[in-house]
């Protein structure tokens, strides 16, 4: 079955970039999400790479995908204490179809 | 923008009681996605409807079910209340051929 994995823990200083990595099994991943879950509250979508890019940016957020060796980054310039939280990533075959979620990595930015 | 609604945001139950969990999709979204998020845990899906009818099961207990509505709300019921269906439950919403699930803020069941 799908399997998505994640380091579950990572610190950077602020003003620092932070580099969170995700690796998938499922070959037919076409669609990869990274979600943001502060404490006690919903997941918000950041953003999401379709299988056929390599690369995409909005902002301070720097989505890299390597399908040869199904690794997935998110890249945070300027990492601000603000984005302390567990950022999952999570991937779907078709778009409709339900997300596999890793573990979460928990980001801790020291000020 | 609208988001999706979830509705209530926290409820205690006891063993064995029965709960409802009601979940409004953004307008115009016509899937809904259920999803059990346990403490310290990654989100695992539970099931999901398109366009009022199931399309999707997951890790969804027989003590537990969910239908989508006429008016594309859905309700996730459960019976038999478990210790360990303690969790937060969210709901997310994806419409057409949209790529994009936006969760709702969620559910936080606490059962004693």
């Known amino acids: 079955g799908e399997d998505v994995e994640q380091s579950l823990f990572l610190s950077v200083r602020e003003g620092d970039s932070s580099v969170i990595n995700c690796t998938y099994t499922d070959s037919s991943s076409t669609y990869l999400y990274w979600y943001k879950q502060e404490p006690g509250a919903g997941l918000q979508l950041l953003t999401y790479i379709f299988s056929n890019m390599d690369m995409k940016q909005d902002q301070r957020l720097t989505v890299l995908l390597n399908k040869k060796d199904k690794h997935l980054s998110l890249r945070i310039a300027d990492t601000q204490t603000g984005d302390s939280a567990i950022y999952f990533c999570?991937?779907?075959?078709?778009?409709?179809?339900?997300?596999?979620f890793g573990k979460g990595t928990r980001l801790s930015v020291i000020a | 923008a609208a988001g999706v609604i979830q509705s209530p945001r926290h409820l205690i139950k006891e063993k064995r009681e029965t709960a409802t969990l009601k979940c409004y999709p953004i307008p115009r979204h016509d899937t809904v996605y259920w999803y059990q998020q346990g403490p310290g845990q990654d989100p695992q899906f539970l099931i999901s409807?398109?366009?009022?009818?199931?399309?999707d099961k997951g890790s969804i207990p027989d003590r537990f079910s969910a239908q989508q509505f006429s008016d594309y709300h859905s309700e996730l019921n459960m019976s038999s209340l478990e210790l360990g269906d303690s969790a937060l439950y969210f709901c997310a919403s994806s419409g057409g051929q949209g790529r994009e699930q936006f969760f709702g803020p969620g559910t936080r069941l606490t059962v004693l």
């Open positions: 999570a991937e779907t075959s078709l778009g409709n179809t339900p997300l596999v």
């Open positions: 409807f398109y366009e009022k009818m199931q399309s």
